[in-house]
């Protein structure tokens, strides 16, 4: 096969993207995965070289082929400049927020966060000299008036952590911009498949690899992407933290993105197929999911957005906590654990009362999130059903 020429590789498709970018025949000797580089020392042939600083690889801490080979794809589907890799989703987020922001800023930050985010912004932050403001996930651009003289970031995610929120990014970005302001994004629900975080104004994307990217449950992995204005900025902060990804996860998530749009994809087809059934049932009073026409924020999903992922939640008709673990505990297909994008199905109940502090979080009944994953979608709404006739029957 010959090697790939800029000229080819500008006219290739996504999908294509996914299966070509980051391969290097030569790298990887002819094998059509390269390994997971493992490393502390680098060897420099001479000392010349060793004072010049100009060897590609110098030290496992700043990089190895298998990370250049991730980062080169990740930044090319992100539309991004450059792209970091670091250990987990959280600690994404974390040297995201660290690059925007030093001691005296202020932050903004969705109500609708993934909560260790919020964790991160109250605790290490406010250590540091930082002040969060909570918003409203719906502000659009009325964040204008939320923002103070030292406002230096505003951190955003959408559909929001359980409760599915969506943001008008846009907007929220334009009025970022016209006050100097960073945007920084969790994009993990989307993933750059399904939204462009950079085209939308976004200075800074987050994607917990965890997630999608892995598609399989069994590794931990962050990446952020960064427009050309922050990318230097940002590389500086997580070179002088010396946080690098795991090899072997590196190595797994290139693995994953080869079959992500795949994934992502039939995630999506069951998602909506279960969506859609569960809208039908009598124990469930509303169901939250950005592609179906009654969820608030539709809109903006079909303007900005061109799928959606595999987790959604519902709101279930009022029940006793006794009732709901009667339903979830009994359950033999749905898992019950955090996290999601993996090739199996997941629920957990969550409740958002106890954490949001901008808006007021009453869903009207218990609520569940759900992650879909890959298996028979008849196999799993009949385990759903055998848990709604357990709900009943202990309410
Ligand atoms: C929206 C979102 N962002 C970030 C993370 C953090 O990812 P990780 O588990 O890799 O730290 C999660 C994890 O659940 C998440 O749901």
Redesign the pocket.
């Known amino acids: 096969m010959k090697k790939l020429t800029n000229e080819t590789r500008k006219t290739l498709r996504g999908r294509t993207r996914l299966v070509h970018l980051g391969r290097d025949s030569e790298t990887s000797q002819g094998f059509v995965n390269l390994p997971p580089f493992r490393g502390s020392t680098v060897l420099y042939p001479d000392v010349a070289t060793l004072l010049s600083r100009n060897q590609r690889y110098t030290y496992g801490t700043h990089g190895t082929p298998t990370t250049d080979a991730l980062k080169e794809a990740w930044t090319d589907i992100s539309g991004a400049a450059g792209t970091v890799l670091v250990p987990?989703?959280?600690?994404?987020?974390a040297v995201a927020l660290m690059t925007a922001l030093s001691a005296g800023d202020h932050l903004l930050m969705t109500d609708a966060a993934?909560r260790?985010?919020r964790n991160f912004a109250d605790v290490s932050l406010k250590r540091m000299g930082v002040e969060t403001t909570y918003h409203d996930p719906a502000i659009g651009a009325g964040i204008a008036e939320l923002m103070r003289p030292n406002t230096r970031a505003i951190f955003t995610?959408a559909p929001g952590?359980q409760s599915l929120d969506m943001q008008d990014v846009p907007a929220i970005a334009a009025a970022a911009h016209a006050h100097g302001v960073c945007v920084i994004m969790?994009n993990?629900?989307a993933t750059p498949l399904f939204f462009s975080p950079h085209a939308h104004g976004v200075d800074m994307a987050?994607e917990?690899?965890?997630?999608y990217l892995s598609g399989h449950s069994d590794m931990?992995?962050?990446l952020v992407t960064a427009n050309v204005e922050w990318l230097k900025r940002l590389e500086k902060c997580v070179d002088l933290l010396a946080i690098p990804a795991g090899p072997e996860d590196v190595f797994l998530a290139l693995r994953g993105l080869r079959t992500m749009d795949l994934r992502l994809r039939e995630a999506e087809r069951q998602a909506l197929g279960l969506a859609r059934w569960l809208q039908s049932r009598p124990e469930v009073l509303r169901v939250i999911h950005p592609a179906l026409p009654d969820y608030f924020g539709h809109e903006i999903w079909k303007r900005d957005f061109t799928g959606s992922s595999g987790l959604f939640s519902i709101v279930l008709k009022p029940a006793s906590d006794a009732a709901v673990a009667a339903m979830l505990d009994g359950l033999e297909l749905f898992g019950m654990g955090?996290?999601?994008g993996g090739f199996e199905s997941l629920i957990i109940p969550f409740d958002c009362t106890s954490y949001r502090t901008a808006t007021r979080w009453a869903p009207g009944g218990p609520t569940l999130r759900l992650t879909i994953g890959l298996e028979d979608i008849e196999d799993l709404k009949e385990d759903l059903a055998r848990g709604f006739a357990r709900l009943v029957a202990a309410s």
């Open positions: 987990s989703g959280l600690a994404a987020i993934y260790p985010a995610e952590s969790d993990t629900w987050v917990a690899g965890t997630k931990l992995l962050g955090y996290s999601w």
